[in-house]
């Protein structure tokens, strides 16, 4: 077979770049995608496999805590605030597949065992921060409802917008994953959830329902705001 | 033949397998480093990147959002590991390992090609599969790859796999790590693919469906960037290179009808 060098190359270098300028800053093709659910699902089955309760999250020596300079995030247009003349008291409900489904105020859960962590966060971004958490182990609220064993997810629901998160339940188990209402030794403030939010060193940032209201205890997931957008529902660290 | 610039099938198929993942696992890491493109942890400073909330041109990234980048790049990651894992596999069991790491000449070898590429010294040097310039970049390339592969998984998982980040710095020094690996692959590519197209085109051949002519190689055309790159073999390289292929008066054959010799 008699191949000219000259347009040999000249065909294979222009197939290649016009290709490479075609993908560019595109979403790739369509038929991609089944193959990257396929590995998206592939992913979780490692991030399950590598998850213990044992793993800790440790900040660095030397690091200081975010506070301000910590990004508050939410989907509604403005900042949620719960409003009590309109809505009545602010109640957390622990229900879904539990043995005694609770209704906790927010003297409630501050009268239960209190836990204080100093821990990372991770943002799907690419971003970390030192943030201390105060609050009340997941664990401990999965053991006063009486969750069933056949609950292996857990969502996280809030009052931002549709803003809810659905987790594994080993994830939400760790003993680091605490519903919280202190940062920083103070209160929440509404730019960080407040009353009550969910935080794991062990989830990306997106996971953790801010603005909490529902604890719902399930038999499957139900994905997330940002899960259905496209972002990985496992969200591990 | 030894010294002979053919490739085994296994090394051509996963040279452009890498070719592609690599592309795209750069284009979609740069989208993913745009979300928040810098390094500093968030209320403090990073002492060792001097574009911090800099945005990478868009035209240089892949996967159109961050989360279409991430599911591009946590899916691609695969590939390229494996694929990876074969080329180095074969290379080791195969011999052709012989051919990139670098021998104890390398300093002096690589000189020479710099000084030749220089315009000091005239003659190209010869000095087998590939010279000494070559031999050193696909020798580093792999192990930046190794690198950035685990500096990735340092990462992805900075709290399950906290001993390996931790190994790196932590998490902010293991995602500038992992940059800095990029940010090398693809000057060393770049250089390669520069070199491919203005030294030895012919190369793309033996790289694709196979084959490659030794009358054309750059000792024997003693090619420099853009100089003698269609240029006939030269009869006393040549007779030096390949003494059989000069006896037989190859070189003039081609000379007279170069459209039939190839």
Redesign the interface.
Known sequence: M??D??K??IV??SAVSSA?IA??????PKGAQR??????R??EVV?RA???HT????T?AG?????????SYYVSKHVPVWNEAQRGKWTLEVSGMVDHPLKLTLDDLQKLPRFTERV???????????EQWTGVNFSELARLAGAQPAAHYVDFQSFDDKYHESWDIESAMHPQTVVAYGLDGQMLGPAHGAPARVYS??KLGYKNTKYLTKIVFMPVANGGY?SD????WYG?? | MKGSRNHHPIVRITHWVNAIAL??MV?SGL???N??P?FA????TFCCYPFEHKAIP???????????A???H??MM?VLVINGLIYLGFIYLHGEWRDVVPRKSFPRDAWAMMSYYLFIRKRHPVQGKYNALQRGTYFILPILGILAVISGIAIW??????WLT?LLG???WA?YWHFLAMVLIVALSMIHIFMV?TVD??A??SM??GGYDELKSPEARNARPFYHL?ARPDPKMVAELHPALADTGAVRSQKKKPADN?
């Open positions: 008699t191949i060098r000259r040999f190359i294979s270098g490479l993908a560019c800053d595109s979403r790739g193959l990257l659910r396929y590995a998206e592939k992913n991030e590598l998850l213990r793993h800790m999250d440790a660095l690091t200081h805590l975010a506070g301000n300079a910590l990004p990372n966060h991770y943002c799907v971004e690419g971003w970390t921060a030192v060193p062990v940002w957008e496209g972002y990985e591990g660290t | 592309t795209i284009g989208r993913i480093f979300a928040y810098a942890r968030r209320g403090e868009r035209v240089f990234t892949f996967g159109g959002w961050l989360a279409g991430r599911n591009w946590f899916a695969w998982k900075p709290v399950e796999l906290a931790n932590g998490y902010v995602r197209f085109p012919y793309l051949k694709t469906i269609f190839q």
